[in-house]
């Protein structure tokens, strides 16, 4: 069963705009973690926050954490061609040792 | 990158043989993942391991088993194979220490489609 389900499903916008995607879960959580991939490639991990934070950054990538709202944020500053990707949130719930997936946020950036 | 190679990349079998996909991690990771990754489902879990001849059941494992012989390496054998099974198989590492180590940073390799007619 998905714990995290993104949101939006796709989304395309032109190079320089920032994008925004979400992340809505169910359960506690010990961590939530953001992830890309590439068409047809594995997965490249983006960010982990932990229960006890709220925001992270790492370059051009900001993460919220809201775990009142159980919802997550992965908002990408000046996106760029190579932005065009399949984003995935991944929630580690509090209750087994594993993390669950979300079906993903495809991100099309337009020159 | 972490240092994990799947192989085969690509394969296509017939329906009922015996598929063995392999994975192979010099980073001396403790966790182990099997995922298949089909349209609309995102990645779902197959099997873990959490040490050498340590295993365990994901979301989807009917049709499918595992072996760690040695840390390097995680076999996924599907059994029987059937048209259901064609997919994307992703094996993932992860470095994380004590029980809930398979919570933390994953890191994947490049994938294997699979393709049973």
């Known amino acids: 069963s998905q714990q995290g389900e993104e949101d939006p499903q796709a989304l395309s916008i032109q190079e320089g705009e920032n994008a925004t995607m979400n992340c809505s879960y169910k359960?506690?959580?010990?961590?939530l973690q953001w992830y890309r991939q590439n068409s047809g490639r594995g997965l490249v991990h983006l960010i982990l926050?932990?229960?006890n934070e709220r925001e992270k950054h790492s370059g051009r990538l900001r993460v919220t954490l809201d775990t009142s709202k159980k919802s997550s944020s992965l908002l990408i500053t000046a996106s760029r061609a190579a932005d065009t990707a399949s984003y995935f949130c991944?929630?580690?719930?509090?209750?087994?040792?594993?993390?669950?997936w979300g079906a993903g946020t495809k991100l099309i950036i337009k020159p | 990158d972490a240092g994990i190679t799947q192989s085969p990349r690509h394969k296509v079998t017939e329906t009922g043989t015996p598929v063995t996909l392999r994975c192979h991690q010099t980073?001396?990771?403790?966790?182990m993942y099997w995922y298949r990754q089909d349209p609309g489902h995102g990645l779902r879990l197959i099997h873990y391991?959490?040490?050498?001849?340590?295993?365990d059941k994901g979301e989807v494992s009917d049709g499918y088993s595992v072996s760690r012989s040695k840390t390097e390496d995680f076999l996924l054998t599907l059994e029987s194979a059937t048209s259901s099974q064609t997919s994307v198989y992703f094996c993932?590492?992860?470095?994380?220490?004590?029980?809930?180590?398979?919570?933390?940073?994953?890191?994947f390799g490049p994938g294997t489609r699979l393709l049973v007619l």
């Open positions: 359960t506690s959580i010990n961590n």
């Open positions: 993932a590492i992860s470095g994380g220490q004590g029980a809930r180590g398979g919570q933390e940073t994953q890191y």
């Open positions: 991944a929630t580690a719930p509090g209750s087994n040792y594993q993390l669950i």
């Open positions: 980073e001396n990771h403790r966790y």
């Open positions: 391991s959490y040490g050498v001849k340590d295993t």
């Open positions: 926050i932990r229960s």
